[in-house]
C-alpha cells in the first residue's frame, strides 16, 4: 500500500541518521542526561541554539510537535486571567480545537481567503476580530494543512505587528523547510516579540515521524520563561532521539534533494492537472497538494486508487468537500497519481 494520505515520509533517512543508530552506545539509557547540571536542556536543545543562533534558554524540546502544541495550548488558556479563548484558521487541523476542549477551551475560527491558486488571510479584519475577541492564543499554521499556503516572514511581522501584546502567537511550523532553508526570521522574531512561540518538528521535513520529537523557540520575557520551565523536563529526553534528531539536522543536502523531488511533483500537478477542466491544483509550500475536483468523479477516483493500492485523502471539511490532499512522494508514486487522475478525467 503507498500511504499519501497522511503527509509522512515515503523516501529513506540520510545515510548519517542511520549510521547514529546502529552505533549508538546502549550504554547511555542507564544515565540520566548530565547536560542539566550546566542548566541546559538536552544536547539536542545546544544544538539547535548553535544553528538557530537562539539562546538555548529559548529553545524548547518535546515530543514531536503535538507535545508543544498542546503544552503551550493547556497553559495559557488555563492560566489565570485567561478567557480561554484561542483563534484557529477556518482550514486547519482538527487537533487544535481538541486540545483546548481538553482544558474547556473555547476556539473561535478566523476566515482564511481563497485567491486564485492559494488561500491567504484577510489582516484587516484579522485585526479586527482580534481586536473583539482578544484570544488568549491566536494559533497560525505556516505551512497551513490542508491548504498548503504559508506566511512570508514579512507577513508573519505584520501579524505580530496587528496583534495585542496580551495574546500569544502561536506559530505551527510543522511543515516548513520543504521550499526554503530560511531561518533568520524565527532568531528576530523571539528577540523582538515577547508574545511568540514557534513549534516545529522532526516529523516531516526530515521523515522521522516514529522519532516522536519536536522543538520550538519562544520570545523573551517573564511569561515565556515561566513557560519554559513548565514545558521543559528536568531529567532531559530520549538519549537516542536526541542523537538521531542532530544527525537528521547535520543531513541538509539529503533533505534538501528530497525537497527538489517535491518541487518537482508540484510543477507536475500544477502543469497537467491544473490543465483539466474542473480541476484546480493550490500552490503549495509543504509536503502535500491540494487539488479541488469534479465530484462527480469522486466515487470512481475513490476506487481507482483503491485498486491500485494508493490512499489519498479525500476531504469532507465544509468547503473543502470537493478537494483531495495527497502527499508528495517519490517520483514514481508522484507519477502514478497524477496518470490515474489524468485517465479519470479523461474517461468522463
Known amino acids: ?94 487537533y487544535y480545537s481538541n486540545i483546548a476542549d481538553e482544558v474547556e477551551g473555547q476556539t473561535i475560527q478566523y476566515n482564511v481567503i481563497e485567491t486564485d491558486d492559494t488561500f491567504k488571510y484577510d489582516f484587516e479584519a484579522l485585526e479586527r476580530q482580534v481586536n473583539e475577541v482578544r484570544p488568549k492564543i491566536l494559533l497560525v499554521a505556516t505551512p497551513n494543512n490542508p491548504t498548503g499556503n504559508g506566511l512570508t516572514p514579512a507577513e508573519l511581522e ?73 514545558a521543559n523536563m528536568y531529567l532531559g529526553y530520549d538519549r537516542l532521539s536526541e542523537e538521531v534528531g542532530i544527525a537528521a539536522l547535520k543531513s541538509g543536502d539529503h533533505y534538501r534533494e528530497i525537497a527538489r523531488v517535491m518541487q518537482e511533483a508540484r510543477d507536475m500537478y500544477k502543469a497537467e492537472v491544473g490543465a483539466l477542466d474542473g480541476f484546480k491544483v493550490y500552490r503549495s509550500v509543504a509536503n502535500f497538494i491540494l487539488i479541488k475536483y469534479p465530484i462527480a468523479l469522486k466515487e470512481k477516483l475513490q476506487k481507482t486508487f483503491a485498486d491500485e493500492d494508493y490512499k489519498v485523502k479525500f476531504m469532507n471539511e465544509p468547503d473543502l468537500n470537493t478537494h483531495m490532499r495527497i502527499t508528495l512522494g517519490r517520483s514514481e508514486q508522484n507519477r502514478t497519481v497524477c496518470d490515474t487522475i489524468l485517465r479519470i478525467a479523461k474517461e468522463q
Open 158 to 230: 505584520h501579524l505580530c505587528d496587528i496583534v495585542p501584546a496580551e495574546t500569544v502567537i502561536l506559530v505551527d511550523e510543522a511543515y516548513a523547510s520543504f521550499v526554503t532553508n530560511d531561518t533568520s526570521y524565527i532568531k528576530h522574531l523571539v528577540e523582538t516579540r515577547g508574545n511568540i512561540i514557534f513549534c516545529r518538528t522532526m516529523s516531516k521535513f526530515y521523515g522521522l515521524p516514529g522519532l516522536r520529537l519536536g522543538f520550538g523557540f519562544i520570545g523573551k520575557g517573564e511569561e515565556m520563561e515561566r513557560f519554559a520551565k513548565y
Open 1 to 94: 500500500m503507498n500511504y499519501l494520505d497522511r503527509n509522512e515520509f515515503n523516501f529513506e533517512p540520510s545515510q548519517l541518521v542511520v549510521d547514529t543508530i546502529k552505533n549508538f552506545d546502549i550504554r547511555k539509557f542507564a544515565f540520566y542526561t548530565r547536560i542539566y547540571d550546566q542548566g541546559k536542556k538536552s544536547i539536542f536543545s545546544v544544538y539547535l541554539s548553535e544553528q538557530f543562533h537562539i539562546d538555548e534558554q529559548q529553545v524548547l524540546v518535546g515530543y514531536g510537535a503535538e507535545d508543544l502544541l498542546k503544552k503551550a495550548v493547556h497553559y495559557f488558556l488555563t492560566k489565570k486571567g485567561s478567557n480561554g479563548i484561542m483563534m484557529i484558521p477556518k482550514f486547519s487541523w482538527w
